[in-house]
Structures are given as structure tokens and as C-alpha cells.
């Protein structure tokens, strides 16, 4: 199980093996099939992208940018006092709990390092066979071309173009992972999964998705917060607070839902969500989640004590009852984990939910903003496919 260890209120969780569990005899297709069948394979993102051994920062170099800061003497703003009283606040028990919790991480990484010496399977090389009659055959495109929804099964290959799917609710409905063609790029599908592909103006197809179904029980957000790393280096589109606004949970909550939003350590947006989100929609605040970003090793990836960056992200919980009996009690969680190296890909919060929150026995899970797909959730966002593309992924043994 992706949870390795779960003590009080910390968790310790390998997002790595996640991957390794969803997509354990996948069907694609291999390299040496010349026609259209498929193999079973077993998939995961690959080793190299949670393999931080030691922070990234060192203590040196943070005091003397801390330094150069002191020579200018300029008063600290409102959000700097703001960021610097919540640190206070929340850092003690986040490194004690990150503490209790290294000794396991370590001893999970001796067996992972064996797990990740095993021979890969060569003849592994996915890709798209538009050119054989068979896929052309099964392009969708006319059939598609009126259609809101589309759904696949899990028995043939699949080409799909993008104005096929841009815009659509796609639902696989089969119960193995499969590989599909997009735009003439291959991409996995986890099982029983259904994605939206737009943008903010166009959500009516989860929308109406989310009513005929009565909405979601468990949302998470993970909102494209404007900050100077991605204005400066172009790394994700942003959204304005105005348009984060705009999102529509009104029309995908359940009378009864909990909602999870990722966001950074500004906390210009943690009062946005306190203040103005949550009460927009009638959302009441629960409590806080942190999730702190380790090495394989157990090391914070920052100093905790860094002036610029910290080793943690805040997850803000609220939920909705239609009876004040139905309120869930939640307790403030410390998630602790090795984060991909790919630019704000965070940990799966699915099975951690599922054992924390026992009320929803089958919950209706919806991630917003999404970059990549969960079994049994239904996920939008405009680049929600990112992290399927089989790029990312390596094949090992099924043994």
C-alpha cells in the first residue's frame, strides 16, 4: 500500500508506489506487436523523478541570502509578518512529526532501492498505431463529432484526435489501465476514471455530469495560484483570485461534501480561502493539512528555517452539511512524502482520504485543476492528461 505508515497524526506516504499499484498490468501495446494486440504490462512513474537524496538548499547559502536581505533594513510588509507568525505557529510540530517519521522512511528506501535495480523490460516501447488500418478504423471522429460525452471501453485501441476530446467528458469505464492514442501521442488511462479537457468557461459537461449524478462528495482543488516562480519562468498558467472565484462548486458539491484546496505559504491566499472561497459557497473551515516535502532520506528538501522557501504546503479543508449532524470530524494531519521533481505534481490525496474519512463508503471524488487521472475520480483542467503521458512512466517485471 502507497501508505506506509500512519502514527497519530502523521502519515508517511510513497507516491512512487502509488503509481506502481494503479497501473500494475496495464494494457498497451509493445514494441515488437506489429499488429494491434495488446501485452500487460507493469507501469510507474519512473525512479529518477522521487529520487532526491539531499536538500536543496543548504543552511549556508540561505544565511547569506538572509544576510544581504538585513543589509537593505527594510521593514517587513503585512504578508511577510503574516507568513512569518503562521511558520511560528505551525513549523514545531511539523518537524517533530517529519522526525518520528524519517526512521520509516528510511528503512521503506532500503527495499525500494532493490525494487528499483530490476531489469526493465526492453520490448516496452508504447506508441501510437494511427497508420495501421485497424486504428484508423477506430478513430472516433465521426462518430464523435456530435456527441457531449464519450466512452471507452477496454477491448480495443483507441486513436482520438484533439477537437475529439477537447471539451468532452471522457469516461473509461474498463477495469485494467490501458493505453490510448491523443493527438497522435500515447497516454494512460487508470481504471474506471473520467476526465473533463477545458478550460475554466468550459465546464458544462462536469457540470451537468455532477447534477445528474447529485454531486460530488469529496473535491479537491489545487488552484494555479499566481507567484513570481511562475509568472518568471512560464511554468503554468495562472488564474487571478477573481477567476478562482468564478469555479462553480456550487453545482458540483454534494449537500454533503468535503473540499481540499492546495495551496502555497502566501497568506494572502490562505484568507482568500477562509474569507472569501469558502463562504462564497457556504463552505465551513475544518482544519489544516500539511504536507512536508522530505528526502529519500528523511531530510526536509528545505530548511525549514529557509528564508525563501519552505519544506511544506498547507491543504485547507472545508466542508458542507445539509444537517449540522452530518459535519465530519477531521483532525489536522501532517502528510509526509519524497515529492516528484516534476514542477507542482503533489501527492495523491485519494487512499489518504479514504482512511481518514470513512463516512462516504463509495465517495464521489472530483479533483479540480487537475494534471493527472485516479482511478475511480473524475478530474478537469486544461492540461489534466499532463502526467498521463507515457513519457513519464517506465515498465518493470511483474514479478
Known amino acids: 500500500m502507497s501508505i506506509i505508515k500512519h502514527k497519530g497524526n502523521g502519515i508517511l506516504v510513497d507516491h512512487g508506489k502509488f503509481t506502481k499499484e494503479i497501473y500494475r498490468g496495464c494494457r498497451a501495446q509493445s514494441q515488437n506487436s506489429i499488429s494491434s494486440e495488446f501485452t500487460h504490462v507493469k507501469l510507474a512513474y519512473k525512479d529518477i523523478y522521487f529520487g532526491i537524496q539531499s536538500p536543496h538548499l543548504s543552511r549556508e547559502k540561505d544565511t547569506l541570502t538572509s544576510r544581504r536581505c538585513k543589509k537593505r533594513k527594510l521593514p517587513e510588509n503585512e504578508e511577510e509578518v503574516s507568513a512569518k507568525m503562521y511558520h511560528l505557529t505551525v513549523s514545531p510540530m511539523l518537524q517533530e512529526m517529519t522526525k518520528n517519521l524519517a526512521l520509516e522512511l528510511a528503512n521503506e528506501n532500503n527495499s525500494l532501492c532493490e525494487q528499483q535495480s530490476q531489469k526493465l523490460l526492453e520490448d ?7 497508420c495501421s488500418d485497424l486504428c484508423r478504423n477506430l478513430c472516433l471522429s465521426s462518430i464523435l463529432k456530435n456527441a457531449s460525452n464519450i466512452a471507452i471501453t477496454g477491448n480495443d485501441p483507441i486513436h482520438l484526435a ?7 467528458l471522457v469516461r473509461y469505464i474498463g477495469e485494467t489501465p490501458r493505453t490510448i492514442c491523443f493527438s497522435n501521442e500515447v497516454y494512460l488511462l487508470p481504471t474506471q476514471c473520467t476526465f473533463l479537457l477545458s478550460e475554466l468557461g468550459n465546464m458544462e459537461p462536469l457540470i451537468r455530469h455532477s447534477m445528474k449524478s447529485g454531486g460530488f462528495n469529496i473535491i ?3 488552484p494555479p495560484w499566481e507567484n513570481k516562480s511562475a509568472k518568471r519562468g512560464s511554468k503554468y498558467p495562472w488564474l487571478s483570485l477573481k477567476e478562482i472565484l468564478s469555479v462553480p462548486l456550487d453545482k458540483l458539491m454534494d449537500e454533503n461534501c468535503l473540499v481540499f484546496v492546495w495551496v502555497t505559504n502566501k497568506q494572502k491566499y490562505h484568507k482568500f480561502i477562509r474569507n472569501d472561497l469558502f463562504p462564497k459557497y457556504n463552505i465551513h473551515f475544518t482544519c489544516e493539512w500539511h504536507w512536508v516535502k522530505v528526502t529519500t532520506q528523511g531530510q526536509p ?6 528564508v525563501h522557501k519552505r519544506p511544506y504546503e498547507t491543504i485547507i479543508i472545508g466542508q458542507t452539511w445539509k444537517h449540522k449532524c452530518n459535519e465530519k470530524h477531521i483532525e489536522p494531519t501532517v502528510i509526509t512524502s ?11 490525496l485519494d487512499k489518504i482520504i479514504r482512511t481518514l474519512v470513512t463516512d462516504f463508503p463509495n465517495p464521489k471524488c472530483l479533483e479540480l485543476f487537475a494534471r493527472n487521472l485516479l482511478p475511480k475520480w473524475t478530474s478537469w483542467g486544461n492540461e489534466v492528461l499532463e502526467m498521463q503521458h507515457i513519457k513519464h512512466f517506465q515498465a518493470k517485471n511483474q514479478n
Request: proline residues 12%; charged residues 25%.
Open 162 to 168: 484533439k477537437n475529439d476530446a477537447d471539451g468532452k
Open 301 to 306: 528538501v528545505f530548511d525549514f528555517d529557509s
Open 124 to 130: 516496452f516501447s508504447p506508441k501510437c498505431t494511427i
Open 338 to 348: 519524497v515529492p516528484c521533481t516534476i514542477h507542482s505534481h503533489k501527492p495523491p
Open 220 to 222: 479537491v482543488i489545487d
